[in-house]
């Protein structure tokens, strides 16, 4: 069975942001056990799971990842739309826009420490589409 | 349901390179909601999404994977298979070798800007071989 | 058709591991074809594939990640679990912790160079809890 539903996330600043309970309110029953795939339609962001107690980490996954991919890179092409553009695209296929999570008992079935990032990474992103597509 | 094709990739010179007409003219008729799964069944090769319009992003996106890990890096171990290959393989495992799109309206339900990558990290790197499986 | 199964694997100390046997001894019987999903239940930890015959290959990318992400980097606010905590998260996020793989004529699809891994990023991560999620 496929269930799949399209979630308009509100603009979120540059950054690392825990969106579990935004992705969790808005899903339907889940089935007894299956994945859930959530897939973000954008090639500037991303999704991942990481640590889901200490804003700090996600503060240092914002510098790390800023000094790996600096917006002053001055040796870019592609640098038309922003020097946050092209830095954006990296990250988003480093990070990945596709994460696929196990159902189980009809939760999601995350470790304790595991919650869901959304990776935003222009200065002015704005709202972000997701499609959720549930397998069971 | 489960639908699942091989592909053989024409050999690709080294770099990113859209493929997104690639494998959607080779795809059978989609169900109407789903996932499609691309696996490349390579270690000095990947596949990712990311912007499908101006070609500097891949040229971009080539110059930075090389920087970040040289052909020429000297402490490198395994080395038998020539100076790409240790690269090749820790490229494939940064960018990822499986990736999950959700099919809607029997289409891939990919963003306005988002293309399917053929990231080819060896110099002759040959045919790729690709499966691609279809759950609905 | 959905088969999810729970693995809890032994700890294995820092470094890339080849763990396909590990897994594939503890599948129940597999369907003809389908996805199998690895996910990780944790955040400083992954799992990828990669080249699955020469060990130098593992031990390049511990070297090569330890350099990316250093434990001495000092500007981690995020550092009261260890130095080698906020290494492992960052680690975790550019590997991932979910993995979805072909299953054909009831086996594991994987290319012929390919195995997989498990990254342990912590100096002691002790047991992993791993879902398999097998849908057919």
Redo the contacts between chains.
Sequence with gaps: M?E?IEIHLPSHKRGFHLITNEIVNRLPKL?????L?I?????SAAI????NA?S??R???E??FNR??PDSTS????N?EGNDD?PA??K???????????I?NSKL??????GI?LCEFRNNGGQR?I?I?I??
């Design positions: 496929v799949q089935p007894q056990s299956g994945i795939n897939f973000i339609k954008h090639t991942t799971i990481n640590e200490d700090t980490v503060n240092d996954f510098t790390f790996l991919i040796w870019f092409n592609h038309s092209m695209h990296l988003s296929s480093i990070i990945g826009q596709s994460l696929s999570i196990p189980t079935n995350l470790g304790t420490w595991q990032y589409r499609t597509t397998l069971s």
